[in-house]
């Protein structure tokens, strides 16, 4: 009988074990899907609190600019935005020109050569008046004149070679004109703020810095961005300096071996 007891004793031990641990592994599963949901939740929010603060700071710096801009008075801030304007429109221009006046002056120097040795003159005139930009515009020019001779398109090459010159250099000066002047409007700006600022410590008989501290601040904006429009207009003028001493030189490059060209093709046609 004790035999029996203990066996009936240890099984009902053994049952009620399992069924407890099987509840503890029911009430556990919950407990961690909820908690996994949780961090779902978690990291979602967290990104989209991200994203937000993205837009939140870009949206921050735009109205951030407005609001110096509108702070900086609209009397001085607005000529240096006017710089700025027909500064860009003028360097925008000229950037696009430049570029359509780009050309591959070896390829193009190397077509009129083989036209002129085929074709003769008319030839490398139709080569010459089917290409743009201004090496192709010298060229024909100088096509043109050399029926007068080789000294007579030399001088057409020389003279209309000006004339593309200026054609390049055309408005770029009003950009530097901008680039000096945005500053000089901040500055003036700056220092009438400035008088205005100690004519009210004046009138007040008194050093307070809240009584100051707007005027000042309004002062040494309209300097900031006359010094930033000259940064950004000084960049794309240093640009088409470079781009017009590029295409001048290919313009010299290309007006020495026209006048080579020319020169072996009269001496080839006098042997004949």
């Known amino acids: 009988m004790k035999r029996l007891f ?13 069924v407890q641990a099987q509840d503890s592994t029911q009430a556990a599963a919950p407990a961690t899907e909820q908690v996994a949901d949780t961090t779902a939740t978690a990291t979602t929010d967290e990104a989209t609190a991200t994203t937000d603060e993205a837009v939140a700071e870009e949206a921050t710096f735009t109205q951030s600019m407005k609001k110096r801009f509108i702070e900086g008075d609209p009397i001085w801030m607005s000529p240096v935005l006017l710089c700025l304007i027909l500064g860009l429109a003028i360097a925008i221009e000229r950037i696009i020109y430049l570029n359509l006046s780009t050309i591959n002056t070896k390829k193009f120097v190397s077509e009129v050569e083989t036209a002129l040795n085929n074709g003769g003159i008319e030839a490398a005139k139709e080569v010459a008046k089917n ?26 090459i020389v003279a209309y070679g ?65 010094l930033i429009v000259a940064m950004i207009l000084q960049v794309f003028y240093n640009y088409i300096t470079a781009k017009i001493d590029s295409i001048v030189n290919d313009m010299e490059d290309a007006s020495i071996s026209l006048v080579d060209m020319l020169s072996d093709y009269f001496k080839e046609k006098l042997n004949k």
């Open 162 to 226: 000006g004339v593309q010159m200026g054609q390049l250099e055309k408005n770029v000066s009003w950009v530097s004109l901008f680039i000096a002047l945005a500053p000089m409007l901040g500055f003036l700006g700056t220092v009438i703020g400035m008088i205005v600022a100690f004519d009210q410590i004046e009138s007040a008989g008194s050093m307070e810095p809240s009584l100051v501290a707007g005027g000042i601040k309004v002062a040494l904006l309209t300097t900031v961005f006359g």
């Open 131 to 156: 290409t743009a930009g201004p090496v192709a515009s010298i060229f024909y020019q100088g096509l043109e004149r050399s029926s007068h001779g080789l000294e007579s398109a030399e001088k057409s």
């Open 6 to 18: 203990s066996i009936l004793a240890i099984t009902g031990l053994m049952t009620f074990g399992n």
